[in-house]
């Protein structure tokens, strides 16, 4: 009888472990793929990429030039020899060969389509994203979805160690959160659903049961433009937490979370950041100015008109962030009390003006990256405000379940992941930090 206990004794080693300098002068077996072969008349470099990067192999006389010369980049192979200590390869460590093993092999006759083996793909981002699969094995392009995972990954320690219960919630839906048109309709059995803008709805429901919860996942916003800065599917950073005493405690609970994560980044990702030369914000202090405030300074400095009292346009976020950057030296700022309006229905009204919201966004470098707020947790106050909007009570009988029967005072946000690493990394399309994008244009790969 033969038991599957879990345990496999590893005969190859990790990239970080050689690099740690505990195996100069000994022996090792790493696998990976090629990832370019150089030829130096009299030996040859032969340099392994791995998930954790990349190391350099040399030749040696047990390993011959003519067997180094047959390998092509996709393969890969098995090599062992001894590890020496090497300033000028890539992580100061390359490995003399003593034996080569070929794993897999690529099509016949296959020819690389992207020069992955480049620091930086010197293409267009229309041969990138069509090319998806081979382009994100580019040292650079890897190197942003790891910074990407340290965002998610710190979004979520930092939240557990503030009490909060990850949940998951349903990405087909009866209704729509948001409000509007811009939603995906789907046939389900017959009846009407669409694919969840939001987990607005099920991530409150969840305050009356853990207090304080979140979700990292995707959302879906059937918007027919086509922008550098938004896409039809996105990854969506949200939390909800009960029992707060007005909307600035979310946003405390934000900056506090920013400051947690660009810590584990500066620490944990400090590889990647040095690849993509990220120079990590500062959160300590992060300015707050009021929604109408705030596009009265940017008027009054750089002389532009305000066209639409109710919202923000991309410009003027662009000037808010301008002006807080040279007046305050921060890439954050939150605006807040935005109009009751352009808010939606679950929104608190400021009791004192209920014209504008106990509501806020988030700007980055300019650009929106978080919306939140405090919500309605009275039911009479909720039934009101969906009445004054038009809206048919009997559509939300499941949602006013909650207030129905009792919530606290409460509040969260939503953050766009992709939005958030395309500011941090200064990209100029938010299609660069999306693993494969999803727009009007693109379904596929």
Known sequence: MQFVTGKKEEKTVLLSEIISGNYTHKSVVLRGFVHTVRDMSEFSFLVIRTFEGIIQCVTSTEVTKDVVASLKEGMTVEVQGEVHEELRAPNGYEIILTRLLILSEPAKD????????????????EAKLSLRPIALRNIRERAIFKIQEGIVRGFRDFLFSEHFTEVRTPKIVAGNAE?????????YFGKKAFLAQSPQFYKQTMVGVYDRVFEAAPVFRAEKHNT???????????FEMGYIDSFEDIMNMETAMLTFIFELLSKDYKKECEILGINLPKTDKIPAVRFDEAKQLVSEKYDRKIKNPFDLEPEEEVLIGRYFKEEYDSDFVFVTHY??????FYAMDDPSDKRFTLSF?????GMEITTGGQRIHNYEEQVAKMKDR??????????LMIHKHGMPPHGGLGIGLERLTMRLLEEANVRETSLFPRDVSRLEP
């Open 390 to 399: 038009g809206m048919n009570i009997e559509d939300f009988e499941h949602y």
């Open 228 to 238: 550098t800065r938004h896409l039809n599917e996105y990854t969506s950073l949200d």
């Open 179 to 187: 409000g509007g048109a811009n939603v995906f309709k789907l046939e």
């Open 110 to 125: 296959s020819t690389m389509p992207l020069p992955i083996s480049k620091w930086k793909l010197n293409t267009s981002l």
């Open 361 to 365: 966004d988030l700007l980055f470098k």
């Open 339 to 344: 109009p009751s309006k352009k808010r939606p």
